[in-house]
């Protein structure tokens, strides 16, 4: 296959995202990229040394294009959750793309600007300290864990049917809960565990 005269990072992205939409995480694979690119899977190598690396080119596709400005005079409670919906709305965009964004949110510059974007917003509301590094570590932990709920044990999905046919007898909550959140939207988990996080939020200041 003829190799295109010269490749950018973003086409190896684009490529490497492509095949992860169309099949799959478990589909990403160096031969794959290649293929989609229409070069010989040697050839990639003078671009990337292995599978890791497209994974990290992939993550910053996702995130480098999360918008990280704010409007100006707002609640800090309305910034920190329009910061949480552009990155929830952005790795949602890939579901089978998750896990990357999440191991290598680290080294991504679109998350390290989402989070210096968080913590100024956590500063300017009056978070310093440890207590700006809890805060922190709460709003991603929150977030992480709903993206991974969505995705891999989402509401809707048979999981919670199953719950919501367990014996009523012996798991009489379980099974009312389950009937109830069967019904409920990835939206209304969203906006309910944001309101939950930030009311909990607002209370640790007021009483610092």
Do not use: C
């Not at 290649?34 to 995130?63: F, G, H, P, Q, W």
């Not at 990155?87 to 998350?111: D, K, N, V």
């Not at 989402?154 to 014996?167: D, F, R």
């Not at 990835?186 to 607002?202: C, K, N, Q, S, V």
């Amino acid at each position: 296959m003829p190799r295109p005269r010269s490749l950018t990072t973003d086409d190896l992205a684009a490529a490497a995202l492509t095949v992860i939409d169309r099949d799959g995480l478990s589909a990403l694979t160096m031969r794959a990229v290649a293929k989609e690119l229409r070069m010989a899977t040697m050839a990639l190598y003078r671009y990337v040394s292995d599978r890791d690396e497209l994974e990290i080119l992939v993550a910053n596709r996702i995130l480098d294009p999360v918008e990280v400005s704010l409007p100006p005079d707002t609640d800090w409670r309305e910034r920190v959750e329009l910061l949480l919906d552009r990155l929830r709305a952005a790795a949602s965009a890939h579901p089978a793309a998750i896990p990357l964004t999440l191991r290598h949110r680290q080294t991504a510059p679109g998350s390290l600007r989402w989070i210096e974007a968080m913590l100024t917003v956590l500063t300017d509301a009056g978070f310093t300290g440890s207590e700006r590094v809890i805060a922190q570590r709460t709003i991603v932990g929150f977030l992480l864990g709903y993206l991974q709920n969505e995705h891999y044990a989402s509401l809707i999905g048979p999981g919670t049917a199953l719950l919501a046919s367990a014996p009523a007898d012996e798991f009489p909550l379980l099974a009312e809960t389950a009937d109830l959140a069967h019904t409920m939207t990835p939206a209304d988990e969203f906006r309910g565990g944001t309101a939950i996080l930030l009311e909990g939020l607002a209370a640790r200041l007021d009483r610092s």
